[in-house]
């Protein structure tokens, strides 16, 4: 296990796969830029292997080493965004064992100013969190308040937790949710580790909302935030200090989009975020690496290398206390788990990865959902209005593969 630094003050984390890593590096150097006194931890979700990163005081944690039991289950049960969201808690709880703050940031930010804001409001508050945004939007794009409702108030890229009994207790808290209903569901109410914040201010009276403008610029508020520079200094409404921008769902292909799930913003609509969304481009191509991004996700594959499919981590997911209990290496490739998978036909030939779609890719199905469009026509006037209106409400159960596991009937 790494050897985390003794009776220091603060520290920062960031959580990734390997093939990540380039990004985390980003996160590195600008941290550090700002903050050389402070430590820095890179904890990487995946298969434990020989990597070498030439960075002079970048601390490694390899998820194995985290204080989590039944990993294994976990991992299977989880696709590599939750997972690599899910460890979080248990992250931040190991690291507050030594220092007396930590915070968190998503591996996608870049840091352009010192944080220490952050961490003198952890002087006093257990917890620190900023809302996705501070005005509210309704406005016909792409996130908006809807939004929000589904995927939490707090954009979870970003928390600070520091050693006092309530953070410790927040952090149990959440990483209880976390691993056990940390899925990205939010048909039904989940949002792998981000929902569950919402609840915490109920629970934890000394949260404090950082409304700061300059902490965690990022799609969801570009609409509130406008970027401009003063001298050397980057300043978000002509009166903040930017801190950091969090670059999440960024194409590098297209840098003036600001990101891929949002409509709000055309491309080229936003000259002052583009100005440092291209200078972000060049960050990541300075420190990208074949060794780093073309690895795949190691918990993607059973030991055999026989790829675990979307829809089997699901079905193990709901039968794994009952049906898989004792089934301590759910990748065995001898094991229950994928002697399941083959029974059911769970596998795919070619070990052919899917693509995890967003809804700008329902363009491309045209054809299909108005097939899908049809058929509920003709369901609407087979069953009538009332019939029809509780189908759809027991398809939105079901929409949980969770939620279909009766299928199978009793496993062997």
């Known amino acids: 296990m790494t050897n985390i630094v003794m009776n220091k003050c603060v520290a920062a984390v960031t959580i990734c796969s390997i093939n990540y890593i380039g990004k985390a590096l980003v996160l590195f150097d600008t941290f550090k830029e700002h903050h050389p006194g402070d430590d820095f931890y890179l904890v990487l979700v995946d298969r434990k292997t020989d990597i070498k990163i030439a960075k002079a005081g970048l601390n490694i944690i390899w998820v194995e080493d985290l204080p989590i039991n039944n990993l294994l289950q976990h991992a299977f049960s989880y696709d590599v965004i939750e997972f690599n969201t899910n460890v979080k808690p248990a992250a931040m709880r190991l690291l507050l064992h030594s220092y007396k703050a930590v915070v968190y940031l998503d591996p996608d930010i870049k840091v352009y100013s ?23 939007i309704l406005d016909g794009f792409k996130p908006d308040d809807l939004d929000l409702l589904k995927f939490g108030a707090f954009n979870l890229g970003f928390v600070g937790v520091s050693d006092c009994s309530e953070g410790l207790a927040f952090l149990d808290w959440w990483s209880d949710r976390c691993l056990e209903h940390g899925y990205y569901e939010p048909q039904l109410g989940l949002a792998v580790d981000q929902k569950w914040v919402g609840l915490a201010p109920c629970f934890f009276p000394n949260l404090r909302i950082l409304h700061d403008e300059g902490l965690n610029v990022a799609f969801w508020n570009l609409h509130e935030r406008k970027l401009s520079k003063s001298g050397e200094t980057w300043l978000v409404n002509e009166k903040t200090l930017l801190k950091f921008i969090h670059f999440s769902s960024f194409g590098t292909s297209t840098p003036g989009l600001v990101a891929q799930k949002q409509t709000r913003f055309p491309v080229g609509s936003r000259p002052d975020f583009n100005m440092l969304a291209v200078e972000y481009v060049q960050n990541l191509q300075t420190n990208a690496s074949d060794e780093f991004s073309d690895r795949p996700y190691g918990f993607d594959y059973f030991d055999d290398g026989t ?26 490739a001898i094991g229950p788990v994928k002697q399941f998978a083959k029974r059911h036909g769970l596998l795919i030939k070619g070990n052919m990865k899917s693509k995890r779609h967003i809804f700008r890719d329902m363009g491309a199905y045209g054809l299909q959902i108005k097939m899908i469009e049809k058929i509920l026509r003709v369901a609407l006037f087979v069953l009538g209005p009332e019939r029809y209106f509780n189908l759809m409400r027991y398809l939105a159960h079901i929409s949980s593969l969770r939620n279909q596991v009766a299928m199978f009937g009793k496993i062997d």
Do not use: Q
């Open 114 to 136: 010192s944080l220490t804001s952050v961490f003198e409001a952890l002087v006093d508050a257990s917890l620190v969190v900023t809302p996705h945004a501070n005005t509210p």
């Open 307 to 332: 790829y675990v499919t979307p829809t089997l981590r699901r079905f193990y997911g709901a039968l794994k206390a009952n049906e898989f209990e004792f089934e301590k290496n759910p990748f065995s």
